[in-house]
């Protein structure tokens, strides 16, 4: 009796339950396999990259049975040994979500792709505006997690937080102004003066804005001929105030201006 033997599977059952049928090799056992061994198979990123789902970026380093293993991306258990077919491959079906929950409201709508890519985890590009604060100016430039820093939390490691952020500059940025600003209860709003375009420049107007009008001689004096550097407490800052508004206050009674005279 002769006995076929063309083809492995003329001999061996197919260990992946017609999960590779629909290959255009039909699922032939020959084009991962040899003699030598089932495993490792004979198929590479190269094989990978004409599959439905191509290896890109940090998946090109992770092990074929982290991903092809019973009970990933929705593969139930007790079915094949090497799961080839998946219900879906969103990022959620096999990653779990470590943002508790703070980014749901997102997540919910376009999954993690919402801000994932699989380069790294830390790749993250995200439209702002969608949460109500656009990121403006100089903030537009800046790393999600530079606002938005690991947080304690009751159970697990620290991660980034969504939620519970103010909007108001004072608390993310330091006063360098020593509270001179400060309204009510010591609380700066920086915003009378600032914007997010550039802290080194400011929007105030003396004219506008200060008890105390510039004009004639003094609207071409520097600000630094009346606001000079301070020390207290070791920390040099600004003087914007309290600066005396008499002429007698700052050029002293040698120099009293006569009436019609003044700037
Ligand atoms: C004529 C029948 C026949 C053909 C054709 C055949 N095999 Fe086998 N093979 C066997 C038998 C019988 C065994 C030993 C029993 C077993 O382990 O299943 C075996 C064992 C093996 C083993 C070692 C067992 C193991 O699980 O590691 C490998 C690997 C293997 N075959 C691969 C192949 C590959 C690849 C092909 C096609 C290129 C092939 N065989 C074709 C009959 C065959
Ligand atoms: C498109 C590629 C491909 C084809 C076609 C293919 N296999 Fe596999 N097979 C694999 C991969 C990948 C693994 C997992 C190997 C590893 O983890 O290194 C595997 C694993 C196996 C194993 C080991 C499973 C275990 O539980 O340990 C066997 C046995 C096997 N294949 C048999 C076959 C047979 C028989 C055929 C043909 C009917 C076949 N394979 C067709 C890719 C293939
Ligand atoms: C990041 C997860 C991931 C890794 C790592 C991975 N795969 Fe896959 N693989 C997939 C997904 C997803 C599919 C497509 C499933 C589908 O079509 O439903 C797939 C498909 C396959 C298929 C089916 C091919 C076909 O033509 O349909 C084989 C064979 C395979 N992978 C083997 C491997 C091997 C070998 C490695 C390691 C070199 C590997 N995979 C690494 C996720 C992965
Ligand atoms: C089919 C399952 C599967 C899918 C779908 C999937 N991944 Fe993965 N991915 C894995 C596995 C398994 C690993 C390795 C284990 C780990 O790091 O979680 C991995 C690793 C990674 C890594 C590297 C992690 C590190 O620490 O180096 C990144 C980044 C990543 N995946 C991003 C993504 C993103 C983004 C998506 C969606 C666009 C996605 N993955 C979809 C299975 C998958
Ligand atoms: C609204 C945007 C957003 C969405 C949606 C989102 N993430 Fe993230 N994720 C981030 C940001 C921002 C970081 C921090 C990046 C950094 O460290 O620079 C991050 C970090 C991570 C990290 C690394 C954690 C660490 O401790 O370093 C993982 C893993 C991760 N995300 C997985 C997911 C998964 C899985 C989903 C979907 C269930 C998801 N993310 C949805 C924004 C998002
Ligand atoms: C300059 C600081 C800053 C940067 C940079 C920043 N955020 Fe935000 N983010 C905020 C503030 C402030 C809020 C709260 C807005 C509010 O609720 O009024 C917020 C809100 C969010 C929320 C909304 C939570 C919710 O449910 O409403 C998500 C998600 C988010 N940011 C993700 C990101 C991601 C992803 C990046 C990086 C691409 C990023 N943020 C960069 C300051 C920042
Ligand atoms: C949720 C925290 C957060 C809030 C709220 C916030 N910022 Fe920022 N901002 C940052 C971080 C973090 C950076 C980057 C690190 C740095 O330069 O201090 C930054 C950078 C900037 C920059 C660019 C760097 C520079 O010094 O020129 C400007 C300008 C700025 N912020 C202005 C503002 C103004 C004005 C407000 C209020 C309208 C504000 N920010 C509110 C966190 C915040
Ligand atoms: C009443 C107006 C006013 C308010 C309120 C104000 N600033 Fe300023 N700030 C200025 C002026 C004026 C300068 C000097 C730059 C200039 O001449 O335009 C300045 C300069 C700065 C600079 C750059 C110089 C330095 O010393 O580092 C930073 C940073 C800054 N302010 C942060 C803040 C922050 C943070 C707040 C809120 C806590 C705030 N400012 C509130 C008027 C103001
Ligand atoms: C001729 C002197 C003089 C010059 C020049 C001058 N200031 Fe003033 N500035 C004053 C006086 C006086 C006050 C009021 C001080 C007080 O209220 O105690 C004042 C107040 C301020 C305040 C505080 C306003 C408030 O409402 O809290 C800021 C900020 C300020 N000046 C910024 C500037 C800037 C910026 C320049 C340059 C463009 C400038 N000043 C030039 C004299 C001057
Ligand atoms: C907050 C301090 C301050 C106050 C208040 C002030 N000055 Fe001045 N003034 C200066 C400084 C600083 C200069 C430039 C340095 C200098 O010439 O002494 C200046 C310059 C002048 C000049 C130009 C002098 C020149 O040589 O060009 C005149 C005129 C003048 N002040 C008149 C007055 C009069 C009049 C008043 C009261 C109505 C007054 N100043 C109030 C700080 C002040």
Not at 82 to 89: K, L, M, N, Q
Not at 130 to 135: D, K
Not at 145 to 155: E, F, I, V
Request: aromatic content about 6%; some cysteine.
């Amino acid at each position: 009796m002769r006995i076929k033997h063309d083809r492995c599977a003329d001999c061996h059952t197919d260990a992946h339950a017609g999960q590779l049928a629909r290959r255009a090799d039909g699922g032939r056992c020959e084009t991962c396999h040899d003699v030598n061994g089932f495993r490792p198979a004979r198929f590479g990123p190269e094989d990978h990259a004409k599959t439905a789902y191509p290896l890109l970026g940090a998946h090109l380093a992770v092990a074929c049975d982290q991903c092809h293993r019973p009970g990933v991306g929705g593969a139930g258990r007790g079915g094949p040994a090497v799961p080839f077919r998946f219900a879906s491959t969103r990022c959620a079906d096999c990653h779990k979500d470590p943002h508790r929950g703070e980014a749901a409201r997102f997540v919910a709508n376009s999954g993690c792709e919402a801000c994932h890519r699989v380069d790294s985890w830390r790749q993250v590009s995200f439209d702002h505006a969608q949460t109500g604060y656009p990121l403006s100016g100089g903030h537009a430039r800046v790393a999600c997690a530079s606002c938005h820093r690991r947080g304690d939390s009751a159970n697990g490691p620290p991660v980034q937080r969504f939620v519970g952020l103010t909007r108001a500059c004072e608390t993310c940025h330091r006063d360098p102004h020593q509270g001179q600003f400060a309204r009510a209860a010591g609380s700066t709003s920086c915003e009378r003066c600032h914007t997010t375009a550039d802290l080194k420049a400011s929007k105030f107007d003396h004219a506008r804005d200060a008890a105390y009008k510039l004009d004639k001689a003094h609207a071409r004096l520097a600000c630094s001929t009346c606001h000079q550097p301070k020390a207290r407490n070791g920390v040099t800052f600004i003087r914007y105030k309290p600066l005396p508004t008499t002429c007698r206050g700052c050029h002293g009674s040698s120099r009293q201006p006569v009436e019609g005279e003044h700037p």
